[in-house]
């Protein structure tokens, strides 16, 4: 290596190590200073902007949904569980009412969704929606399923509540088929009476 | 004068009045223990375990401020914020940190070398630590005012190499080894060129005292040994990349390459024992920024002798000689924590270099000129002398 070389190195390297750091203070200073480049967002307390398509947790527009059952049948997964009666007046009365349905159960269980968005697609009145929201969370995986009726935790209150209207429901059922049975039944009587006379 | 005292109690070094600072501690001394023999012993014994105590606790202190102020400095530099979470703008993580290592499970690997491997950061710790004895802290406040100090500096830190073999060695991992080695290459090449440095400051103090050496910068700024002349300048820069090289700091920081060696020679180290690795990192890369300072940049002078006056007059009452004492320490301490964040600002703009640009750097470009610069410096001074007394100069050769 000849003379002229080494110390052209010597100056190169300088050099290139003055480019270099002023480049690092220039980011530092306005960095610190200006709160210019930074890119962290300090997340519970501050948030990006959600894009509108987002696909998040869901929301049910409940006196739209017809109980149709077309979000749960597509789901992949197999995540959306439904319970209820259909027809506008349904035998059962104490639950949230629908357009032509009265739903007791309506739940995604956030340990199994993908959040495909395939449950939008074919639903007739669009009634259910991933929405912006992301940060779901607990310490159970049994408080991961979500109650899209009441937009909160599916919690064992709703549980009973559905196992009442399951019963209620039932109940109801048999109560109506006994009258009808009964009805039948007093109508043949007249009938044989009439036939007697 | 080698007392042990942490303000040392040195009459003879000062131009003090009777009732100035080191007169003040050693009539408090006196007053305490009285002269007798004993005493004297005892309170010498106490006084050396303060001394220890104190700059056990600026270590600490330091580290976790340093630790700190490095992360931030990454963080700011990369477009990134950093801690920001514990304590406001996170200044208590490292605090947090420091809780985490020690109560975590300290692991010791069933092939290691038991005892090497558990002295050994022991060893470490202790090499960087022995090197505060004789730095000042501000004046009248060094452990010991050893007239040997830069001497013993350069020689002591050596120490800190033979437990950094030690652990690499005793931990059995051939991650900690090429590490090690390479650690023992780096260190023991690039303590040439920083004793050439030393060499030349010394020749142009005719002293290896550090109070000595900061003694002789003493009015404004131009009176510092980097502006004293060219070749002293020169030096101070090949002081300044050795140093780094000898802290195992980026660029040089080829010991515990994370992309090649997992992380070097404290690859099987965990908990405190880690913890300590990491102090001692810390500890001497504020050992050779205040080195710097001391030799290089004006110690404990302002460089503006108003403020250097404070307390130092014949009639200065015991609160100004305290409060000069308080700027001073300010001045030194703050002056190797710019030096330290100069070593931060390095780190994170330039990246690693190659084992033999390593060893091309050192002995083929550092030690060349540093040398050149111990000739250069002795005849200028020389010359200088010659003509007149150097400090008659402003920069360089220009007069006053």
């Known amino acids: 290596m000849s003379v002229t070389r080494y110390f052209s190195n010597i100056f190169g390297v300088g050099k290139s190590i003055v480019i270099g750091m002023s480049i690092t203070m220039k980011y530092f200073v306005e960095s610190l200073l200006f709160k210019k480049h930074t890119v962290t967002v300090q997340y519970p307390r ?40 259909r027809g506008a007046d349904g035998v059962l009365k104490d639950g949230w009412r629908g357009k032509k349905a009265t739903l007791s159960k309506f739940t995604v269980d956030y340990t199994v969704c993908i959040f495909c968005g395939l449950c939008e697609e074919p639903c007739p009145p669009l009634c259910i929606h991933l929405g912006p929201e992301f940060d779901y969370h607990s310490t159970d995986r ?35 088929k006994a009258k009808k049975a009964a009805a039948r039944a007093a109508k043949a009587a007249a009938a044989e009476q009439e036939k007697d006379d | 004068m080698n007392s042990p005292l942490f303000i040392a109690l040195d009459v003879n070094h000062g131009t003090l009045p009777a009732a100035n600072g080191a007169n003040y501690f050693e009539n408090l001394f006196v007053s305490v223990f009285g002269y007798s023999t004993a005493g004297t012993v005892l309170g010498a014994g106490l006084a050396m375990f303060l001394a220890c105590l104190a700059v056990f606790g600026f270590v600490n202190v330091f580290a976790l401020f340093a630790v700190w102020l490095e992360r931030k400095v990454s963080a700011h530099m990369q477009c990134r914020l950093g801690p920001m979470e514990v304590g406001p703008h996170g200044v208590l993580q490292t605090i947090a940190d420091g809780v985490k290592l020690t ?39 060094t452990a ?18 033979l437990g950094v ?65 060219p070749f002293l300048m020169t030096v101070s820069i090949v002081y300044l990349i050795a140093a780094l090289a000898e802290c195992k700091r980026s660029p040089f920081d080829l010991p515990e390459a994370e992309s090649e060696l997992v992380s070097g020679f404290h690859t099987e180290y965990s908990g405190i024992r880690f913890a300590l690795f990491f102090l001692a990192e810390y500890a001497a890369m504020y050992i050779v920024s205040a080195v710097a300072v001391v030799i290089f940049l004006g110690g404990w002078w302002s460089g503006i002798p108003a403020i250097d006056q404070i307390g130092m007059g014949q009639g200065a009452s015991t609160f100004e000689v305290v409060l000069g004492i308080l700027i001073k320490a300010h001045v030194l301490i703050g002056k190797a924590i710019g030096i330290v964040f100069v070593q931060m600002w390095i780190r994170w703009t330039l990246p690693r270099v190659r084992l033999d640009q390593m060893m091309y750097l050192c002995w083929k470009v550092l030690l060349p000129i540093s040398l050149v610069c111990l000739v250069g410096s002795a005849m200028w001074d020389l010359a200088m002398g010659a003509f007149a007394d150097s400090n008659e100069y402003f920069l360089f050769f220009i007069p006053k």
């Open chain 1, 46 to 85: 501050e948030m990006d902007a959600i894009p509108e398509r987002h696909r998040g947790i869901h929301y049910l527009e409940t006196e739209k949904c017809i109980m149709c059952w077309k979000c749960s049948d597509i789901c992949p997964v197999d995540c959306i569980y439904i319970e209820g009666v």
């Open chain 1, 142 to 176: 049994k408080l991961m399923e979500k109650n899209l009726l009441t937009d909160a935790v599916y919690t064992e209150d709703d549980e009973k509540f559905v196992q009442w209207a399951r019963d209620e429901n039932v109940r109801l059922i048999d109560e109506t």
């Open chain 2, 103 to 141: 109560v975590k499970e300290d692991i010791i690997p069933k092939v290691a070398d038991k005892p090497l491997f558990i002295i050994a950061p022991a060893i470490v710790f202790a090499g960087t630590f022995i090197r505060f004895v004789p730095l000042p802290f501000s004046q009248y406040a």
């Open chain 2, 144 to 161: 010991a005012d050893l007239n040997l100090g830069l001497f013993f500096i350069a020689s002591v830190g050596s120490v800190e190499v």
């Open chain 2, 165 to 229: 073999i030690m652990a690499g060695w005793s931990s059995n991992n051939k991650w900690s080894l090429l590490g090690t080695i390479r650690t023992a290459t780096q260190m023991v090449s690039y303590e040439i060129p920083i004793g050439i440095a030393f060499v030349t400051v010394a020749v142009s103090a005719g002293s290896l005292s550090l109070n000595e050496i900061v003694g002789q910068q003493e009015g404004w700024f131009f009176n510092w040994f980097v502006f004293r002349n």
